[in-house]
């Protein structure tokens, strides 16, 4: 649970209990700290071993990166600025926090680009070493912050980070720079003192990924022990803290981002419907880790296509679709520009595939690192003619495993193209995930016609509408599809009028009908009614519960649907938001799905709406909120 | 090994929608009298075509039979191949779709060597959209989108392939109806990306474009028919050969001290062969046949292989150790 700067920093004192005589530890519920440093100083892996090791010490956690797009800006520029922000906590997390209790800022340039976000009597960390006259230049700064007062409502520690990794590891025979580059592990030392951190996973973690390099190994293991080391004798922090663990439900977890949750899930989904994986894309940033992760699964069987470029990315799935694979494509806001055309022949030919839209901050090229949630209208709209399709969207970076799995199940079911929805916010940021039994499931049923007595490429189902998956090797069903309109049954070329309308209508039915997959809308707050409800769909769900919860602390009515089916809606979401006064829609964009839901509901709902490529911040939500019950 | 079917098993009971005339009419009855030639059973064939008039195609074969979108036939073909190879997978494209709006799709299906059989049906004109000029038309050329004449220099789709690395290239007519069976086997007999460039007359929007190679009295004189390990002879006496005059090829009339082993051999493995003769233009004769054959690994072949590889070396995916892999911790 991400808390309030107050409540983090006003935390419980406890009595020292054991660790080293002269020092206190003191009780914290929630801590936040941001690592943040030049883009090659490590900070994301500082991030993600001090995540792992929080994971182990039982607290709830959520992170979320923010890097550029520059893989290398120029050193010490604010432009190379790359961050790693984790929440973890006692109690429930939602979000990877507001504002970093503790920042951690390896160089000018970092502390001038993350001070804004760091509240009055917040931690700051900085490297002596690095606030050279020349690194300081490069920030823009004129003058030493470390000495010219600007950061007196601040806790400021300088450490001589640098300094202190170098003499750690005098004796490694590592050439300068390459010491240089274990200060990260330092950091990562100090801070996993501090907070009383086990060092075994990122032990096992190092001895792991330096196995052929045993100098550089040492060289870690050192720069990791000299900065827990370094936390228990120095005399610079008065005490340690405890972050108790969450009461968390009985399971085995792991820790995961996004991306790799979206990749378990399509092979998870493949391997229930017994049939092999296959994978078209193209790189682009958010997306290609899901390409990286799947192309290492070859076993399952999994073919990654990396193809020549987005269009023939997702055509290359329709292709292994019209053969009978599990066929997903995946992207982000550009690529699906160019994949739509053949969307819509997928649409028409009524084949089963995924397509992942793993949004990002745009227009055009926009952000490519930061998340955004402007491109629903587009997965609901943006194809031309009437081509309706299911869109589904992941709340959470470990929900993205069951949306992944869900998409597949529907595509293949009602034989139609499935959008999935996450975000660059999702898909980096990383949560704990209670491991789901693979037994229980869902079924993913892939049923080939085989049979040629009466078989049309076009008969329906009866309930589903769904036409045969017949793939190409069986004898007796030779058969051609194609983007000419069809005609019903038969699928043969069509120009009839009536004809035409009737399969744009059947079409629209078989979406509409997916409705029935769709549990009944859950109301979190008053279930029966009250003053405000907020809906929101997406990566948004942990800020919007966040704030949500902390209001009705506060005795306020104020409630929250989540949305993780946007195309077709469900069917009770009308009747459940008008148990509420006032609808508020929350979105990362200019108001997309508030357009939907005045459209299809007059409701004539307020907008909260933030496009800066940051996720809301809980408390940007509380203060809408509060204006909102006021208005 | 000829199957039991006949031509007529592999036509489809829709009517062909081409304008009378039309030089499709013959690659289509080509293409369906040679598929019981090739002991494939009809439901292990598919042809997959794009948009445009040669992209009807496949809608004519009493196969499988996919008409997707303008110009992305060979991803389509791709994902199709590499997932399902025991399929018999045909692309069917024109000058437009293939070279225009697909160029991109036709080089890397070439360059990665699918195992597909690629035919480009090239009218050079664009003829759905009644008669602009396309990617393959003359300089100078003269329809409703370029009333003054096109200014752009055309793709030579022969040189294009090549260029792509390609590992089977070749030329053939939609009238010389005994070459292009030739052809259609040999592109069938490949592993690999076959790419056969069809020139076909487009009778309303471009009719007489290849008069020169199809007119009965003066086609001889003009066409170069390509055959491996023999020399390069054409003219309707055969009176005339290739000779290289230092780097530069030259028509030279054989007789009066020139014989046939004065004349360039014809050699399919050899691309910087291929080239030159793609490169053929007036007062050079026009090359059908094949310009290049070789054998090199294919793209589907190799991915199936990396599967199979890891499958042997991992054991089959196992779902469960996957998802706990990494740290993972219990929560009693």
Redesign the interface.
């Known amino acids: 649970m991400a808390l309030p700067p107050e409540a983090a920093g006003g935390a419980a004192q406890s009595s020292s209990i054991g660790g080293s005589a002269a020092h206190k530890r003191e009780r914290r519920d929630s801590v936040v700290i941001r690592f943040a440093g030049d883009s090659g100083d490590g900070m994301q892996l500082a991030g993600m071993q001090f995540t792992?090791e929080s994971?182990?010490a039982?607290n709830d956690i959520a992170t979320l990166p923010d890097f550029p797009a520059e893989i290398r800006a120029p050193a010490g520029t604010i432009a190379g600025v790359s961050g790693f922000q984790v929440n973890f906590s006692s109690g429930e997390v939602f979000t990877a926090g507001d504002e970093p209790t503790v920042l951690v800022a390896m160089n000018p340039a970092a502390l001038k680009a993350n001070l804004d976000d760091v509240p009055p009597n917040g931690v700051i960390i900085v490297d002596k070493e690095a606030f050279s006259d020349a690194n300081l230049k490069r920030a823009g700064y004129t003058s030493n912050p470390l000495t010219d007062h600007s950061l007196d409502k601040y806790q400021v520690f300088t450490v001589d980070i640098t300094k202190l990794t170098t003499t750690a590891l005098h004796d490694t025979g590592l050439n300068n720079r390459a010491v240089f580059r274990c200060r990260n592990l330092f950091v990562l030392g100090m801070l996993s003192w501090l907070y009383q951190r086990p060092i075994e996973?990122t032990v096992n973690?190092l001895e792991g990924r330096f196995k052929k390099t045993p100098e550089v190994l040492n060289a870690n293991l050192k720069a990791l022990r000299a900065g827990y080391a370094y936390g228990e004798t120095t005399e610079m922090f008065a005490s340690s803290y405890e972050v108790p663990p969450a009461r968390?439900?009985?399971?085995?977890?792991?820790?995961i981002t996004g991306n790799t949750a979206t990749a378990?899930g399509f092979?998870?989904a493949a391997?229930k419907a017994g049939r092999?994986l296959?994978l078209?894309s193209y790189p682009i940033t958010p997306a290609s880790d899901v390409l990286h992760d799947l192309a290492a699964?070859?076993?399952?069987?999994?073919?990654t296509?990396q193809?020549?470029?987005e269009?023939?990315g997702v055509?290359?799935?329709?292709?292994?679709?019209?053969?009978?694979?599990i066929?997903i494509t995946t992207t982000s806001g550009p690529g699906m520009n160019l994949k739509a055309?053949?969307i819509g022949?997928a649409v028409k030919?009524e084949l089963p595939i995924v397509i992942t839209d793993i949004q990002r901050a745009g227009p055009s090229t926009g952000m490519p690192t930061k998340p955004e949630q402007a491109d629903l209208l587009m997965a609901l709209y943006g194809r031309h003619g009437e081509s309706p399709l299911p869109v589904i969207a992941a709340a959470t970076p470990a929900d993205c495993f069951e949306c992944a799995y869900e998409a597949v199940r529907i595509a293949v079911k009602y034989m139609t193209p499935v959008i999935l929805m996450t975000d660059g916010q999702l898909a980096n940021g990383a949560e704990p995930w209670l491991?789901?039994e693979?037994s229980r499931l869902p079924e993913i049923k892939v049923d080939f016609r085989t049979d040629p007595e009466g078989f049309l490429p076009y008969i329906r189902d009866e309930e589903t509408l769904s036409r045969p998956w017949a793939?190409?090797?069986?004898?007796?069903?030779?058969?051609?599809?194609?983007?000419?309109s069809g005609e019903d049954r038969t699928g043969?070329?069509s120009y009839s009028p009536a004809n035409n309308e009737l399969m744009v209508r059947t079409r629209a039915r078989k979406i509409a009908g997916i409705v029935r997959e769709i549990p009944p809308t859950e109301i979190f707050g008053d279930t029966n009614g009250g003053e405000l409800v907020v809906l929101g769909w997406g990566s948004t769900y942990g800020s919007i519960r966040e704030a949500v919860k902390q209001l009705r602390g506060k005795g306020k009515s104020v409630s929250h649907i989540h949305l993780r089916y946007l195309n077709p809606l469900p069917q009770d979401l009308g009747d459940q938001l008008r148990k509420f006064r006032k609808v508020m829609v929350a979105e990362m964009n200019m108001g997309q799905l508030i357009k939907v839901v005045r459209a299809d509901y007059l409701i004539d709902a307020i907008g909260c709406n933030k496009i800066q490529g940051r996720p809301f911040k809980v408390s940007e939500l509380t203060n809408r909120i509060t204006r909102a019950l006021e208005d | 090994m000829a199957s039991a079917l006949s031509r007529k098993d592999f036509v489809?009971d829709?009517e062909v929608r081409w304008c009378p005339g039309c030089g499709d009419y013959a690659i289509l009855a080509q293409v369906q009298k040679q598929m019981p030639e090739f002991g494939v059973?009809?439901?292990?064939t598919?042809f997959?075509s794009g948009?445009g008039c040669s992209s009807r195609f496949?809608?004519y074969?009493?196969?499988?039979?996919?008409?997707?979108?303008?110009g992305?036939a060979?991803?389509?073909?791709?994902?199709?191949?590499?997932?399902?190879p025991?399929?018999d997978v045909w692309v069917v494209t024109g000058d437009g779709d293939g070279l225009s709006i697909g160029g991109?799709?036709l080089i890397?299906c070439l360059r990665r060597n699918v195992d597909l059989k690629i035919l480009l049906f090239n009218n050079k004109i664009y003829g759905l959209t009644k008669g602009q000029y396309s990617p393959t038309s003359e300089v100078g050329k003269v329809t409703k989108s370029t009333p003054a004449g096109s200014v752009d220099f055309p793709f030579n789709p022969i040189t294009v392939a090549l260029g792509s690395h390609a590992s089977f290239v070749c030329r053939t007519l939609d009238v010389e109806q005994k070459h292009l069976a030739e052809m259609l086997k040999r592109a069938h007999a490949h592993r690999g990306a076959s790419f056969i460039e069809i020139l076909q007359n487009c009778n309303i929007f471009n009719d007489g474009a290849f008069n020169e190679l199809t007119d009965k009295p003066i086609k001889a004189e003009h066409q170069l028919v390509l055959e491996h390990g023999k020399p390069l002879i054409f003219g309707k006496n055969r009176d005339k050969g290739i000779r290289m005059n230092g780097m530069r090829p030259e028509v030279v009339q054989l007789g009066n001290g020139v014989s046939e082993s004065d004349l360039v051999v014809h050699d399919e493995t050899n691309l910087a062969l291929a080239f030159m003769l793609g490169n053929f233009e007036p007062p050079l004769p026009t090359p059908i046949g094949v310009f290049y054959a070789t054998s090199r690994p294919t793209f589907d072949a190799a991915?199936n292989q990396?599967?199979a590889?890891?499958?042997a070396?991992?054991?089959?995916?196992d779902?469960?150790a996957?998802?706990?892999?990494?740290?993972?911790?219990?929560?009693?």
């Open positions: 792992a994971a182990l039982g996973s973690w968390i439900v009985p399971g085995t977890y792991r820790n378990l092979v998870a391997v092999p296959f078209g699964l070859k076993n399952f069987p999994v073919y296509f193809a020549e470029d269009i023939a055509s290359s799935a329709i292709g292994a679709a019209f053969g009978g694979a066929a055309e053949a022949l030919t491991l789901p693979t793939i190409p090797g069986t004898p007796g069903l030779e058969h051609r599809i194609g983007g000419l043969n070329v | 489809s829709q059973p009809r439901e292990k598919v997959i948009i496949p809608y074969m009493n196969t499988y039979g996919f008409h997707t979108i303008h992305r060979p991803a389509f073909a791709t994902g199709l191949k590499v997932t399902r025991d399929l991109n799709h890397h991915m990396q599967l590889d890891a499958k070396k991992q054991g089959p995916g779902l469960d996957l998802l706990k892999r990494g740290d993972v911790w219990t929560v009693k």
